[in-house]
């Protein structure tokens, strides 16, 4: 079936640093892809709409500046958490839609701020 | 008014009930339907889709949608401990617009 790869699955860093998260859909592709961030006992929340060949639509509230996201191919869509602080710290997800109006998810990155 | 709203439990059950899981969604133009499972520090699996009013089975797991109510439910037959984890209900209205409730956290107790 239909797979999302996420990597990586883990990630610790340095309070500054910035970490990329890479989310490839392997076996189809995907002009859009989303990225969702989830704390601990939460529900998701969707951050922002990655669309390929195109600028990310961003929720809200979430700043572009600092979670730069790049879909640069069908099958590829990363995001970059910059100058990472600890706040920052969470399990984020991505999913595509592998189907018409079906979301598979990757298996999500979880991030640590030291 | 949230788009999709979802009790968030926790709901018990013992082995072998039936799991009773229960969604609302706002928007009548919705379209498609979803039910998702996520376990603790997991992603979450799609585990059921429905589109249209009544019922679908898919092995222990049924949904069904109720347009005019604009409410979609999940009963699991023969609950099992592995079974215990979060039910997501989603609401695709259109396109790319995919909502998701809160959560509805399902123990089930051996």
């Known amino acids: 079936g239909a797979v999302v790869s996420q990597h990586p699955s883990r990630v610790i860093c340095k309070s500054g640093t910035s970490v990329k998260i890479e989310c490839r859909s392997l076996d189809f592709q995907a002009t859009t892809m989303f990225w969702y961030r989830q704390f601990p006992k939460k529900s998701l929340m969707l951050m922002a709409t990655s669309n390929e060949g195109s600028k990310a639509t961003y929720e809200q509230g979430v700043e572009k500046d600092k979670f730069l996201i790049n879909h640069a191919s069908l099958t590829l869509s990363t995001l970059t958490v910059t100058s990472a602080h600890p706040e920052d710290s969470s399990f984020y997800i991505c999913?595509?839609?592998?189907?018409?109006?079906?979301?598979?998810f990757g298996a999500g990155s979880r991030l640590t701020v030291l | 008014q949230k788009e999709v709203e979802q009790n968030s439990g926790p709901l018990s059950v013992p082995e072998g009930a039936i799991a009773s899981l229960n969604c609302t969604y706002s928007d009548r133009g919705s379209q498609s339907f979803f039910w998702y499972r996520q376990y603790s520090g997991k992603s979450p699996e799609l585990i059921m889709s429905?589109?249209?009013?009544g019922d679908k089975e898919d092995g222990r797991f049924t949904a069904q949608l109720n347009k005019a109510s604009q409410y979609v439910s999940l009963l699991i037959r023969d609950s099992q401990p592995s079974d215990s984890a979060t039910y997501l209900c989603?609401?695709?209205?259109?396109?790319?617009?995919?909502?998701f409730g809160t959560g509805t956290s399902l123990t089930v107790i051996p």
């Open positions: 989603a609401v695709n209205r259109a396109g790319n617009q995919f909502y």
């Open positions: 999913s595509a839609f592998r189907e018409a109006n079906v979301l598979t």
């Open positions: 429905i589109y249209s009013n």
